[in-house]
Nanobody
Framework: QVQLVESGGGLVQPGGSLRLSCAAS????????MGWYRQAPGNKRELVAS???????NYADSVKGRFTISRDNAKNTVYLQMNSLQPEDTAVYYC???????????WGQGTQVTVSS
């Protein structure tokens, strides 16, 4: 079972940038897909971006052109670079990994991102 540890959240002004990191306890090559989800108060958890083990990426329409997901295979780490942040990006961001024969879901503990002036 992979363990995921997120870091990099915080408070940023509108228009600012943050980079989230998700360190996996297993090689990222053993994971089918890694992704970032977010959940704002009163809302459902939603997919923000994902990256497959062959490097294919997918983004929510609301973040296309502003967020970039990437990975460092040597460090077993996935990143989410977030630019041009807006108040509506405020949420708890969770790292997710789908691993194993049944594509089981594993989650990090979450990191708070707050965009406010």
């Amino acid at each position: 079972q992979v363990q995921l540890v997120e870091s990099g959240g915080g408070l940023v002004q509108p228009g600012g940038s943050l980079r989230l990191s998700c360190a996996a306890s297993d090689s990222v090559f053993s994971i089918h897909v890694m992704g970032w989800y977010r959940q704002a108060p009163g809302n459902k958890r939603e997919l923000v971006a994902s990256i497959t083990k062959d490097g294919s990426t997918n983004y929510a329409d609301s973040v296309k052109g502003r967020f970039t997901i990437s990975r460092d295979n040597a460090k077993n780490t996935v990143y989410l670079q977030m630019n041009s942040l807006q108040p509506e990006d405020t949420a708890v961001y969770y790292c997710n990994a789908k691993q194993g024969l049944w594509w089981s879901d594993y989650w990090g503990q979450g990191t708070q991102v707050t965009v406010s002036s």
